[in-house]
C-alpha cells in the first residue's frame, strides 16, 4: 500500500515533505508545483518515491522533485537528488533507463507560410526519413570499431563522418559529448541491441515535431538564439534507444548483487545503488558516459536526416534553409558539478531523472555565445498544446542544484490513456486544428494524447514562480511524428 507522505507548504511554489515524514529520511524533500498541479499527485506514489530519495546514503540538502512529477523506477521522474562523493552513492534508478534521453532545438530561415502549403509533405519525409516505433532500426549498422567510437566520442564521431557540421557541436551540453566514457564497461547485450539503432527515434514519448515560435517574452536573449514570431522550429525527444536500456538493466543487477551480499536492504529495491567510489559505482559511471555518448550521436544522425528532409520537400540548399541546433540538452543524467552548499564550493554528483540543467548567466558549462544570459532550457508539451524555450537563472543554483523539469510530465499511465483515449478521435482532434500527425503505431498516439499529460503552462508557471527559469519562447506544434 503506497504512504503517502505530508506536504507542508513553504511557499507558492514549493512544498516541503519534512525529514522523518518516511523513516530513514535523512534530508526533506521538496516539491515545486503549485495548487493547480498538486491536486495530481497528492495520492500518488511518485511521493513515496521522493521521499524515499531522501534515505540515501550521502544525499546532500534534500531530495527534490520538479512540477513535472510522475511515478517512475526508484526516484520519480522529475527527480534530482545530488550525492557527496565520499560518502554517497550512485543510482541506475536516479538517471533512469533511457540515459542521456534529451531534447534537440533546431531553427529554421522559413516562416509558417514557407512551410504550410507542404506540411504534410514535410512529415511525410520526416517519417521516412527518420525510423520510429518499437525496436525502430536504422538502414546502417555499427561495426564493431565504430561503436566503440560512438561510445568514446557521441556527436564528435557523427560529425566526423558527415553527419553536421562542426559548429552543431558547441551548442550542446557537453559538446555532445561527456568525459570519462569507457566503452568496455557498456556489455555485449547492450552493443548488440544498439547495433541498428543509430539515428531512430523510438517510441513511448518520442517525437519529432515541426512546430512555430508563437511568442516571444525575453526580447533580448531569444534574438540571441535566432528565434524570430512565425519563425518554423523542430524539436526532437529521443536518447540512447536499447543500448542505454540495457546498460541500466545490467549495472542495476550487479548493483543488486552487491547489495545482497552486503546484506543491505533498501526503502525500496528500485533504488539499487552502490558507493560511486566502489568499482561497481565507477564503472557504471563510464558506462552511463557511453550511453550518454550513443544518445548524442542519435540526435546528431537525426538532425542529418531532418536536414536531408527539408533538402527533398523545399528543393533549397542547406545554407538557404539554415536548420541550425539552437541547443541540446539532456535529461536522465548523473554528473559530477560544483554547487554551493551551505556558503562553500562543494563536488557532488547530481543526479537528474526527467530533469534539466538549468543553469544561469556566467557558468562556464554555458556555451560561450550563451554565457552572457544563461543556459537555454528545452521544455516540451503534448503535441496538441505548446512547448518552451526557457533560460536558467541563479535562484535554479541556489534551490534545485541548477535543475528544472523536462517536461509537461505525465497524467496518466500509458495504459490508463491508452484505455481513456480513441486514435481516431485524437487524430481528429489534432487534424481540425491543423495539426498533422504521423505515428509508427495507433497506440503511439493514444498513449501520448494531449489529456494524458500535465498542462504545460502550469508546469512552466511554477518554474519560473520558483525562480528557476525565465520564459524566453512559446513554440506550437504544426506537425509531429511519433514512435
Same mark, same amino acid.
Given at each position: 500500500?503506497?504512504?503517502?507522505?505530508?506536504?507542508?507548504?513553504?511557499? %507558492?511554489?514549493?512544498?516541503?515533505?519534512?525529514?522523518?515524514?518516511? &523513516?530513514?529520511?535523512?534530508?526533506?524533500?521538496?516539491?515545486?508545483?503549485?495548487? *493547480?498541479?498538486?491536486?495530481?499527485? @497528492? !495520492?500518488?506514489?511518485?511521493? #513515496?518515491?521522493?521521499?524515499?530519495?531522501?534515505?540515501?546514503?550521502?544525499?546532500?540538502?534534500?531530495?527534490?522533485?520538479?512540477?513535472?512529477?510522475?511515478?517512475?523506477?526508484?526516484?520519480?521522474v522529475g527527480g534530482v537528488a545530488a550525492f557527496d562523493l565520499a560518502e554517497g552513492v550512485v543510482s541506475p534508478g536516479g538517471i533512469g533507463y533511457d540515459i542521456n534521453c534529451?531534447?534537440?532545438?533546431?531553427?529554421?530561415?522559413?516562416?509558417?507560410?514557407?512551410?504550410?502549403?507542404?506540411?504534410?509533405?514535410?512529415?511525410?519525409?520526416?517519417? $521516412?526519413?527518420?525510423? !520510429?516505433?518499437?525496436?525502430?532500426?536504422?538502414?546502417?549498422?555499427?561495426s564493431p570499431s565504430e561503436m566503440e567510437e560512438v561510445l568514446a566520442n557521441g556527436a564528435r564521431w557523427a560529425v566526423d563522418r558527415g553527419h553536421g557540421r562542426r559548429e552543431?557541436?558547441?551548442?550542446? @551540453?557537453?559538446?555532445?559529448?561527456?568525459?570519462?566514457?569507457?566503452?568496455?564497461?557498456?556489455?555485449?547485450?547492450?552493443?548488440?541491441?544498439? +547495433?541498428?539503432?543509430?539515428?531512430?527515434?523510438?517510441?513511448?514519448?518520442?517525437?519529432?515535431?515541426?512546430?512555430?515560435?508563437?511568442?516571444?517574452?525575453?526580447?533580448?536573449?531569444?534574438?540571441?538564439?535566432?528565434?524570430?514570431?512565425?519563425?518554423?522550429?523542430?524539436?526532437?525527444?529521443?536518447?540512447?534507444?536499447?543500448?542505454?536500456?540495457?546498460?541500466?538493466?545490467?549495472?542495476?543487477?550487479?548493483?543488486?548483487?552487491?547489495?545482497?551480499?552486503?546484506?543491505?536492504?533498501?526503502?525500496?529495491?528500485?533504488?539499487?545503488?552502490?558507493?560511486?567510489?566502489?568499482? #561497481?559505482? @565507477?564503472?557504471?559511471?563510464?558506462?552511463?558516459?557511453?550511453?550518454?555518448?550513443? *544518445?548524442?550521436?542519435?540526435?546528431?544522425?537525426?538532425?542529418?536526416?531532418?536536414?536531408?528532409?527539408?533538402?527533398?520537400?523545399?528543393?533549397?540548399?542547406?545554407?538557404?534553409?539554415?536548420?541550425?541546433?539552437?541547443?541540446?540538452?539532456?535529461?536522465?543524467?548523473?554528473?559530477? %558539478?560544483?554547487?554551493?552548499?551551505?556558503?562553500?564550493? $562543494?563536488?557532488?554528483?547530481?543526479?537528474?531523472?526527467?530533469?534539466?540543467?538549468?543553469?544561469?548567466?556566467?557558468?562556464?558549462?554555458?556555451?560561450? $555565445?550563451?554565457?552572457?544570459?544563461?543556459?537555454?532550457?528545452?521544455? &516540451?508539451?503534448?503535441?496538441?498544446t505548446a512547448s518552451y524555450v526557457l533560460v536558467g537563472l541563479p535562484g535554479a543554483m541556489e534551490r534545485s542544484f541548477g535543475s528544472s523539469c523536462h517536461g509537461a510530465g505525465?497524467?496518466?499511465?500509458?495504459?490508463?490513456?491508452?484505455?481513456?483515449?480513441?486514435?481516431?478521435?485524437?487524430?481528429?482532434?489534432?487534424?481540425?486544428?491543423?495539426?498533422? +500527425?504521423? !505515428?509508427?503505431?495507433?497506440?503511439?498516439?493514444?498513449?501520448?494524447?494531449?489529456?494524458?499529460?500535465?498542462?504545460?503552462?502550469?508546469?512552466?508557471?511554477?518554474?519560473?514562480?520558483?525562480?528557476?527559469?525565465?520564459?524566453?519562447?512559446?513554440? +506550437? &506544434?504544426?506537425?509531429?511524428?511519433?514512435?
Open positions: 500500500m503506497t504512504r503517502v507522505p505530508p506536504l507542508v507548504a513553504r511557499d %507558492e511554489f514549493t512544498w516541503e515533505i519534512p525529514a522523518g515524514s518516511v &523513516p530513514g529520511m535523512r534530508v526533506p524533500g521538496i516539491l515545486f508545483s503549485n495548487r *493547480a498541479l498538486l491536486g495530481a499527485v @497528492e !495520492s500518488d506514489p511518485s511521493l #513515496e518515491q521522493l521521499a524515499n530519495v531522501a534515505t540515501l546514503p550521502g544525499i546532500v540538502r534534500s531530495s527534490l522533485a520538479m512540477p513535472d512529477i510522475h511515478f517512475g523506477y526508484g526516484f520519480p534529451g531534447v534537440r532545438l533546431l531553427r529554421t530561415s522559413l516562416g509558417v507560410d514557407d512551410v504550410r502549403p507542404h506540411l504534410k509533405a514535410l512529415i511525410d519525409s520526416l517519417y $521516412r526519413n527518420v525510423p !520510429s516505433g518499437v525496436g525502430s532500426r536504422a538502414g546502417v549498422t555499427l552543431d557541436l558547441a551548442v550542446q @551540453e557537453e559538446e555532445g559529448r561527456l568525459a570519462g566514457a569507457d566503452p568496455s564497461a557498456v556489455g555485449d547485450g547492450a552493443r548488440r541491441r544498439g +547495433v541498428r539503432q543509430l539515428g531512430t527515434l523510438g517510441s513511448g514519448n518520442h517525437f519529432l515535431e515541426v512546430q512555430a515560435v508563437d511568442e516571444i517574452f525575453h526580447p533580448e536573449f531569444a534574438p540571441v538564439l535566432g528565434l524570430t514570431p512565425r519563425q518554423v522550429v523542430v524539436m526532437l525527444h529521443t536518447g540512447s534507444r536499447g543500448l542505454g536500456h540495457q546498460v541500466a538493466t545490467d549495472y542495476i543487477a550487479t548493483m543488486d548483487a552487491r547489495l545482497a551480499r552486503e546484506g543491505v536492504t533498501l526503502v525500496d529495491r528500485q533504488l539499487s545503488c552502490a558507493p560511486i567510489a566502489s568499482p #561497481e559505482g @565507477e564503472r557504471y559511471l563510464r558506462a552511463m558516459a557511453a550511453g550518454a555518448n550513443f *544518445a548524442w550521436a542519435n540526435r546528431q544522425l537525426i538532425t542529418d536526416a531532418v536536414r536531408r528532409s527539408f533538402r527533398e520537400v523545399f528543393h533549397r540548399s542547406d545554407a538557404e534553409i539554415d536548420l541550425a541546433v539552437v541547443y541540446d540538452v539532456a535529461h536522465n543524467m548523473a554528473k559530477v %558539478e560544483e554547487h554551493r552548499v551551505d556558503g562553500a564550493p $562543494r563536488r557532488l554528483l547530481v543526479h537528474r531523472k526527467g530533469a534539466t540543467r538549468a543553469f544561469p548567466a556566467g557558468r562556464p558549462e554555458v556555451p560561450e $555565445r550563451y554565457r552572457a544570459h544563461g543556459q537555454p532550457v528545452l521544455i &516540451p508539451g503534448d503535441m496538441g505525465r497524467l496518466l499511465s500509458r495504459h490508463a490513456a491508452v484505455r481513456r483515449f480513441r486514435f481516431d478521435e485524437v487524430t481528429r482532434a489534432l487534424t481540425e486544428r491543423g495539426i498533422v +500527425v504521423r !505515428s509508427a503505431s495507433r497506440e503511439g498516439v493514444t498513449e501520448e494524447a494531449p489529456g494524458a499529460y500535465k498542462d504545460v503552462e502550469e508546469v512552466v508557471k511554477v518554474a519560473e514562480g520558483a525562480g528557476l527559469t525565465r520564459r524566453v519562447a512559446r513554440l +506550437v &506544434p504544426l506537425g509531429v511524428v511519433k514512435g
